[in-house]
T-cell receptor, first 112, second 118 residues
Framework: GQQLNQSPQSMFIQEGEDVSMNCTSS?????WLWYKQDPGEGPVLLIA?????ELTSNGRLTAQFGITRKDSFLNISASIPSDVGIYFC????????????FGKGTLLTVNP | GAVVSQHPSRVICKSGTSVKIECRSL??????MFWYRQFPKQSLMLMAT?????????EQGVEKDKFLINHASLTLSTLTVTSAHPEDSSFYIC??????????????FGPGTRLTVL
C-alpha cells in the first residue's frame, strides 16, 4: 500500500532555531497536508497544498508540494516553546473514498 | 469554521461493556466522516470511513461487528465499541470532510476520545 516516509522522527532544538521536516513516498499524490497534534488532542491542520510546486506559508510555517508529487517539506522559522508537539504529514492520491495516508510523525521539542 | 467535536473526551469502562463515542461537525455538513485509532507515540490508523446514510467501509483487520459505526445525519457519526476489552484502550479520533468540491480533501479532526477499558 501507499506509505509516507516522514523524517526526522524527533527533533530537539533551541528556541529561535529554524526547523525542517519532510515526507517522501514512492507514490504520487494530489494533495499534501501538514497537521500538528498536541498531547491528548486531535490533529490541527496547518497547511494544505494542492498543486505540484506550490509553496504556501502560514505565519512562521512554510510548506512545499514537491514537483514530482512524491514529497513535501515543512519549515518552521524562529521556533518558540509552543511549537512543541507532533507534526504529521498526510497525503491524498485520489479516488472517491477520500482516505488520507499519514506519515509516522515528527516529535518536536523546543528548549527555551 | 470547520469545528469538529467529540463526546465524551474521556471514558473509563469495565471489560465487556459497550461504549458509544459521538462525532459532530458543528458548523459545516460532512458527507464523509472518518474514524481513527491512535496508540501512544504512533500515527493515526484509519479504522473506517463513514458516509451519511450508508454503511461504513472498514479497513482491513478492523472488526465491523465490534466497532459499530452509524452516520445518521450530515453532522453526526457515532462509533460504538461493543464488548470492550483492555486491548481496545486507545485514543479514538474522528475527522470530517466538508462538502466542498471533489478536489478539496482536507479533513478536520475532533479532539479525540481517550478510552480506558479496565
Amino acid at each position: 500500500g501507499q506509505q509516507l516516509n516522514q523524517s526526522p522522527q524527533s527533533m530537539f532544538i533551541q528556541e529561535g532555531e529554524d526547523v525542517s521536516m519532510n515526507c517522501t513516498s514512492s507514490s504520487i499524490f494530489n494533495t499534501w497536508l501538514w497537521y500538528k497534534q498536541d498531547p491528548g488532542e486531535g490533529p490541527v491542520l496547518l497547511i494544505a497544498l494542492y498543486k505540484a510546486g506550490e509553496l504556501t506559508s502560514n505565519g512562521r510555517l512554510t510548506a512545499q508540494f514537491g514537483i514530482t508529487r512524491k514529497d513535501s517539506f515543512l519549515n518552521i522559522s524562529a521556533s518558540i516553546p509552543s511549537d512543541v508537539g507532533i507534526y504529521f504529514c498526510a497525503a491524498f492520491s485520489g479516488g472517491s473514498n477520500y482516505k488520507l495516508t499519514f506519515g509516522k510523525g515528527t516529535l518536536l521539542t523546543v528548549n527555551p | 469554521g470547520a469545528v469538529v467535536s467529540q463526546h465524551p473526551s474521556r471514558v473509563i469502562c469495565k471489560s465487556g461493556t459497550s461504549v458509544k463515542i459521538e462525532c459532530r461537525s458543528l458548523d459545516f455538513q460532512a458527507t464523509t466522516m472518518f474514524w481513527y485509532r491512535q496508540f501512544p507515540k504512533q500515527s493515526l490508523m484509519l479504522m473506517a470511513t463513514s458516509n451519511e446514510g450508508s454503511k461504513a467501509t472498514y479497513e482491513q483487520g478492523v472488526e465491523k461487528d465490534k466497532f459499530l459505526i452509524n452516520h445518521a445525519s450530515l453532522t453526526l457519526s457515532t462509533l460504538t465499541v461493543t464488548s470492550a476489552h483492555p486491548e481496545d484502550s486507545s485514543f479514538y479520533i474522528c475527522s470530517a470532510r466538508t462538502l466542498a468540491g471533489a478536489g478539496y480533501n482536507e479533513q478536520f479532526f475532533g479532539p479525540g476520545t481517550r478510552l480506558t477499558v479496565l
